[in-house]
């Protein structure tokens, strides 16, 4: 079982900057692809950004179009957390985001998820 929980949330102007960080209990989160989503109101919850897990050949990023150049996911086994950096901000990014992890690279649709965290909300003012 692994339990995530997210942080860093909150209200901020337009081109402000946020770090949310989502924490794993549990065992092997090395062994986890991790990812971002998010859901704005009155929408489905759609992808922001994934990190896969850290092999002998390195890792990989994927991020959704509308973040891409703006936010940079990356992740600290030691500490057993995944970041969101997200510059730039705007009022569109306004949502709750959740990090999830999954055993598979694939994220869309979201039926291979393992496990969701609670969300944290991120709120940009124009």
């Known amino acids: 079982q692994v339990r995530l929980v997210e942080s860093g949330g909150g209200l901020v102007q337009t081109g402000d900057s946020l770090r949310l960080s989502c924490t794993a209990s549990?065992?092997?989160?090395?062994?986890?692809?991790m990812a971002w989503f998010r859901q704005a109101p009155g929408k489905e919850r759609e992808f922001v950004a994934a990190?896969?897990?850290?092999?002998?050949?390195?890792?990989?990023?994927s991020y959704d179009d509308s973040v891409k150049g703006r936010f940079t996911i990356s992740r600290e086994n030691a500490k057993n957390t995944v970041y969101l950096q997200m510059n730039s901000l705007k009022p569109e990014d306004t949502a709750v985001y959740y990090c999830?992890?999954?055993?598979?690279?694939?994220?869309?649709?979201?039926?291979?998820?393992?496990?969701w965290g609670q969300g944290t909300q991120v709120t940009v003012s124009s």
């Open positions: 990190v896969s897990v850290i092999s002998w050949s390195g890792f990989s990023t």
């Open positions: 999830a992890a999954s055993r598979s690279d694939s994220w869309v649709p979201t039926d291979s998820v393992d496990y």
């Open positions: 549990g065992r092997a989160f090395n062994t986890y692809n």
